[in-house]
């Protein structure tokens, strides 16, 4: 049974989330989905500005409102999934997509994790997809802030919200790219609803000659190779990369040529490691990755992956 796809809406406070969602659930009638409203106050406001978009049951919306899902409400998320599930189940309808919105302040990587690590969730549900909104009125002054530069590099996508009263300069988009040049970028005006489940984690290179390096702290580091790649030892090079640094290393997305007819589609936040996807093979040839790093010089990465190189081009098995 295919797994039911998960979109999580992430942004800094009053970057344009509800209003989005909002407008999403205007225009998608479907009682197949259902909605998660994640609130910092005891008031739920978000719900209750959401809730006449929602025109069929009460328990298409939850809303978790004591706290932070990404901090101190991860078992309340676990337990607000499986009950949405049983409700659907006992009224023999079929849960199909579920949107999560979280608070303003929220990081992204406990949420993923959970959805990775619990047994039940990571067999009934897929993270497809994290949208992070960013406001093109406030965007710098919402970028001084550690928690919106953090959704930015963790999230798949970044949608440009209000964009009808200031256009996103060439500053901005280039900040956005320094720090996440993985990330695909839409403006929410040329935005399809139809295309919010749409929206992949397939790491985005088209603007790969674009990608600045060193933010601040944060440094970006972009490597292709020209050859197919043992994918057992690329697995073994990575997870001890990723256990030396920990923390250090923000984001890992990349698209793997293993000599296949297929490419490998991997993404991981933090140590957070997503299933790795297998995508058609385009006109490209190679493999590219993108890390995005904290206080970690990336030559240290140059170096652990030139040490590694004599295996990675190795064909046999290991």
């Known amino acids: 049974m295919a797994k039911i796809p998960i979109i999580l809406i992430t942004g800094f406070l009053g970057s344009g989330k509800t209003s989005f969602l909002n407008e999403f659930l205007r225009h998608y009638d479907d009682e197949g989905l259902a909605v998660i409203v994640n609130e910092l106050g005891q008031i739920a406001l978000d719900g209750r500005i ?23 409400k991860r078992l309340d998320l676990i337990k607000g999934l499986k009950e949405l599930l049983d409700s659907y189940d006992l009224k023999q ?4 997509k579920v949107i999560i919105e979280t608070t303003g302040l929220a990081n992204v990587a406990p949420i993923a994790f959970t959805l990775l690590s619990d047994a039940f969730l990571s067999n009934h549900f897929i993270l497809q997809n994290t949208l992070v909104c960013v406001d093109t009125l406030n965007a710098h002054l919402h970028l001084q802030n550690q928690e919106a530069k953090d959704q930015i590099i963790l999230a798949d996508s ?8 200031k256009k996103a300069d060439k500053s901005l988009i280039q900040e956005l790219q320094s720090l996440n040049p993985s990330a695909s970028i839409v403006d929410k005006q040329d935005f399809s609803h139809e295309e919010l ?19 601040e702290d944060f440094e970006s580091l972009a490597l292709e190779f020209d050859y197919s ?3 057992s030892a690329f697995g073994i090079w990575l997870s001890m990369l990723l256990h030396r640094y920990g923390t250090q290393v923000l984001r890992v997305k990349g698209i793997i040529d293993t000599g296949e007819d297929f490419l490998v ?24 990755l993108v890390f995005i790093t904290r206080k970690l010089e990336s030559q240290k990465i140059k170096q652990s992956l030139q040490s590694f190189e004599t295996i990675l081009k190795n064909k046999d098995k290991i």
């Open 229 to 231: 790649v043992n994918w």
């Open 93 to 96: 309808k079929h849960l199909k």
């Open 265 to 288: 589609n991997i993404n991981a936040v933090l140590h957070i490691m997503h299933t790795p996807s297998h995508i058609k093979k385009d006109e490209q040839n190679g493999s590219k």
């Open 197 to 215: 489940f749409s929206l992949d984690k397939k790491a985005k290179f088209q603007d790969f000659s674009l990608i600045k390096t060193h933010e």
């Open 158 to 165: 970044i949608m440009l919200t209000k964009t009808d009263l």
């Open 50 to 72: 959401l809730k006449p978009s929602i025109a069929y049951k009460d328990e298409q919306m939850l809303v978790l409102n004591s706290g932070c899902v990404c901090c101190n």
